[in-house]
């Protein structure tokens, strides 16, 4: 379980991450609400799917405990673009490993290219091209 820690939802920021139903998701917006007579304050918070860009949402009381993904930053060269999958290398272990071609690049950008990618929960996704 090194791949996620625990956090309490008060401390949770836009732009950070969370894990919704065991998938680790981007927060985009973050509401919070007044304690009521009886209640705590709540937080409603929208985030959006890292490797499957579904769009999710909960409300929890801000002092519950939620668990939020270790995401590892990486450098990696893209070796080879091969139809729906491209071949990665580490920049630091030099393995290399097949992974999906992200949809928001297109192959020919990707080619041959430095990019950081970011590890999680036994998954990469492509974060950015370098340089």
């Known amino acids: 379980m090194g791949d996620k820690k625990q956090v309490e939802v008060r401390t949770l920021r836009e732009g950070g ?3 919704i139903d065991d ?8 509401q919070t609400s007044s304690p ?17 860009d579904k769009r999710r949402t909960i409300v929890k009381p801000t002092s519950d405990k939620v668990f939020v993904p270790i995401i590892d930053k990486k450098s990696g060269l893209v070796n080879a673009v091969m139809g729906e999958k491209i071949q990665l290398m580490d920049m630091e ?3 290399t490993f097949e992974i ?12 041959g290219k ?16 370098k340089g």
């Open 17 to 19: 991450f969370i894990l």
């Open 23 to 30: 998938e680790p998701c981007k927060i985009i917006k973050i």
């Open 93 to 95: 272990t030099y393995e």
């Open 36 to 52: 009521g007579k009886h209640g705590a304050a709540k937080a409603k918070m929208e985030a959006f799917g890292v490797y499957d």
């Open 114 to 129: 430095e990019v950081e990618y970011h590890e999680t929960m036994g998954r990469i996704k492509i974060a950015r091209i």
């Open 100 to 111: 999906p071609l992200p949809s928001e690049f297109k192959a020919e950008e990707l080619e």
